[in-house]
């Protein structure tokens, strides 16, 4: 009699793994099946994040009808060495990604086309400190890279107003993110350069 539900508790517990076995491959099954559907709409929605984003970048106005037409007109993509980058008119653009403080900092810097003088840096994305380093996305913030020099390596200011051709400001309160971008923009610049075949 004691057998009995020793038995009855093994097929009970042989029924739970099944169920949790067969739970697991229907969940991955339609996981999968939700990415492979979502994934042309994604895929769109970077391309129109990246022109729009490249566009403004540029200076070249455009509108949700025709950003498409315009940026087939407009801007050309250029790669060397597994490096791409995009031309207009007489500017360069470069989309960059790095680690910040807490995690990772995407953009787009825009230079003239001999890559002497920064035009305008854009952060798309970023996780800083909300409040503090996520001032690094801040437009008021991001004025402080015009025309500034590409020739060499972007330095932070520190405890004083950036005033050299190679210097911007940092964020009070939020230097490692400031610096974290800094890094990012200057190795952005550099691949970018070496790309070209351009010396520094």
């Known amino acids: 009699m004691r057998s009995e539900p020793g038995r009855f508790n093994l097929k009970r517990k042989l029924l739970d793994v ?4 067969v739970l697991g491959v229907v969940s991955v099954a339609l996981l999968l099946a939700a990415q492979s559907y979502s994934a042309p709409a994604v895929k769109r929605f970077q391309e129109t994040r990246l022109k729009t984003n490249l566009l403004t970048a540029a200076g070249i106005p455009w509108t949700n009808e025709d950003f ?16 791409s980058w995009f031309a207009a008119e007489s500017l360069v653009m470069y989309e960059f990604k790095g680690r910040g403080l807490w995690g990772m900092i995407e953009g787009i810097v825009t ?7 920064i035009v305008n840096v854009r952060v798309l994305s970023q996780e800083e400190t909300p409040g503090l380093g996520d001032r690094i ?29 190679n210097e911007v400001d940092a964020i009070s309160g939020a230097t490692l993110s400031s610096r974290a971008l800094v890094t990012i923009v200057n190795e952005a610049v550099a691949k970018l350069r070496a ?5 520094q």
């Open 195 to 199: 790309a070209k075949g351009e010396q």
């Open 18 to 21: 099944l169920f949790i076995v």
């Open 111 to 117: 230079c003239d086309s001999a890559l002497s003088r």
């Open 68 to 83: 498409r037409s315009v940026f087939d007109q407009r801007v050309r993509e250029q790669n060397r060495d597994g490096v």
């Open 137 to 165: 996305g801040d437009v008021d913030y991001l004025v402080t890279y015009q025309g500034r020099t590409a020739a060499g390596p972007l330095d932070l200011a520190l405890r004083h107003k950036a005033d050299k051709a």
